[in-house]
């Protein structure tokens, strides 16, 4: 297939239809910023294809524990339910703490409000280390009825991360596996160091999830050419 031949950002805000009421200047400026934006949706597509271009990842361990979000004893496999693929979470909510991670109580709210839509195509879990009862205490304050919150047994989930810290803190975990035959490998897990932290910025190391396209992005089926959220569902 003939690559296809984009117009240039700058021509295509030439296109941009001023409101009544517009000085020139700001014509001008809001011009310069949609080309801008522009290119930003077009760099984020392309680090999308190269995301979903990786290479199989590692074989993830068998050996680890969970119980699952009706308290059952489950392996990371058992998870998919009738899926190919698994997006996960592991925020910051261990039994030593007497709250939830802000940052992952406001990620995890963006999260419910597209779960049902998300759960049609990939299986999506939230890992922590707090037992599942009161994950979900926690949710019920909050008011999310669709995430599936699982507890990580033991410690070798948030260690094999790196995301538990020597002082007993812990770090989140954005995750995407995929299953291969009788294995699961891991697809892609954010990362991004923190020298790379422009100044005044927190080191995201992921997509935002406030949209729900950029989860299904993360994953190698992408959002797919014919899917749309149903809303029965």
Not at 29 to 45: D, N
Not at 52 to 81: I, N, T
Not at 190 to 206: K, L, S, W
Request: charged share 25%; glycine share 8%; hydrophobic share 35%.
């Amino acid at each position: 297939m003939t690559a296809q031949t984009l117009k240039p950002a700058s021509a295509l805000a030439q296109g941009y239809k001023p409101v009544s009421g517009e000085s020139e200047k700001y014509t001008d400026a809001r011009k310069a910023l949609l080309e801008a934006e522009i290119e930003e949706r077009r760099t984020m597509t392309r680090v999308t294809e190269k995301r979903r271009a990786l290479p199989p990842g590692p074989v993830m361990p068998k050996d680890w524990a969970f119980k699952d979000e009706h308290g059952f004893d489950a392996s990371l496999a058992d998870l998919f339910g009738e899926h190919e693929t698994l997006f996960s979470y592991f925020w910051m909510y261990g039994p030593e703490r007497e709250r939830p991670c802000p940052m992952c109580t406001t990620t995890l709210a963006a999260l419910n409000g597209n779960a049902r839509s998300i759960k049609q195509r990939v299986a999506m879990k939230i890992f922590g280390r707090s037992p599942v009862g009161r994950q979900y205490a926690f949710a019920q304050e909050r008011g999310w009825r669709d995430l599936d919150f699982v507890q990580t047994v033991g410690d070798d989930y948030a260690n094999f991360f790196n995301a538990l810290n020597k002082d007993g803190s812990e770090n989140p975990v954005m995750a995407v596996y995929v299953k291969d035959g009788e294995q699961v490998r891991l697809s892609w897990r954010a990362y991004m160091p923190m020298e790379a932290a422009d100044p005044g910025q927190d080191p995201r190391g992921g997509p935002d999830l406030q949209n729900l396209w950029h989860v299904l992005d993360m994953t190698p089926e992408g959002r797919g050419s014919d899917w749309y959220p149903k809303l029965g569902d």
